[in-house]
């Protein structure tokens, strides 16, 4: 196994096990609990202010010295359909008033929309080691200027061309996130269909495009996943789902209960509610805008239109009204501590180092 532990020490990690980034339910305690024991946290701020990137930064700084990945969304904000959000709006107003949420009507212009670009210096700044990214690629000047800080960079490919793209543009390393995988796609060739690749499918044809490091995400959460991933090219695995129920994670009690009794059929892609399509577990609201029948807005616009209403459902407790990002094998998700979830992922990978010793004595 002498190609995975390149990637160990590019890492500055133990075992080849990174936590999945997953903005609304990964905590500076989720990162930094993967961090110590081995393997790499990563802390989402994708869309956040410069302000609260770096406050996350400096909580997650104060938990852990071991390395972390810190993770921006790397799209672009397109123009505004002034008629189509003030028909989502709304949509939203009728839907709150049918469920009893106070969701009282919002202008516009107050949203505001950050971009990648001004993390930047921060991650700069903060000297991140490990910056990964998501929807897109970051642009030449912020490729150059965190290479040059010394971060290794990770870009999220849903298929052969995005990871050839990535290759491309000096990327360091790629994150295979086959179609299983929970939360929002990280596709980003707009105007093609959007890949729906499953993870086992997409790994060997990544491995046959590119020279790169691949890190394999989607519905891993045991020995036999991992192995499968890592015979099929990957030298890591991202794993997101199986900590999603950890007592670390951020999403409401109703989220964690739901995981548990999940059939592998329960998720769907919905661009409900954030405009971006996403793995989640269906429910009521998803299902309200589908009847519906109205245009939704492009993410991050439809994200920033329904975030009231979902946190006043999340502060009632109420699954049927806010995403349950989640992926295909989310009834494997337990609630225990992150640590422990992460010791039993690398008790599975021992094991595979074990067979894979005695298959080659």
Known sequence: MERKSDILQSLGIDYPIIQAPMLGATTPAMVAAVSNAGGLGSLP??????DKTLELIQKTKELTNKPFAVNLFAHSIGA??????????????????KYNLPLGRQDFEP??????????????????????????????????????????????????????LLQERGIDMIAAQGIEAGGHRGSFLLEEPLPQIALMALLPQLADSVQLPIIAAGAIYNRATMRAAFALGAQAVQ?????????????IAAHKAALSTAADTDSMLTRAFSGRWARGLRNTFAEELVRAGISIPDYPIQNSITAKFRALAQQQNNKELTNLWAGQAAH??????TKEIFEGLVKDWKGINHEYEKENF
Do not use: W
């Open 45 to 50: 701020v994708g869309g956040l202010s410069p």
């Open 80 to 97: 505004v359909d002034e008629v189509q959000v003030a028909r989502m709006q709304e949509f939203m107003l009728q839907l709150a008033a």
């Open 111 to 164: 949203f505001q929309f950050y971009t990648y670009k001004e993390q930047i210096d921060i991650l700069v700044k903060e000297r991140i080691p490990i910056v990964s990214f998501t929807f897109g690629i970051l642009n030449d000047e912020s490729i150059a200027a965190l290479q040059a800080s010394g971060s290794i960079l990770i870009g999220t490919a849903t298929c052969a061309k995005e990871a050839v």
């Open 239 to 251: 794993v997101g789902t199986a900590f999603l129920a950890s007592h670390e994670s951020a999403t």
């Open 332 to 337: 494997k998700a337990e609630v225990k501590s």
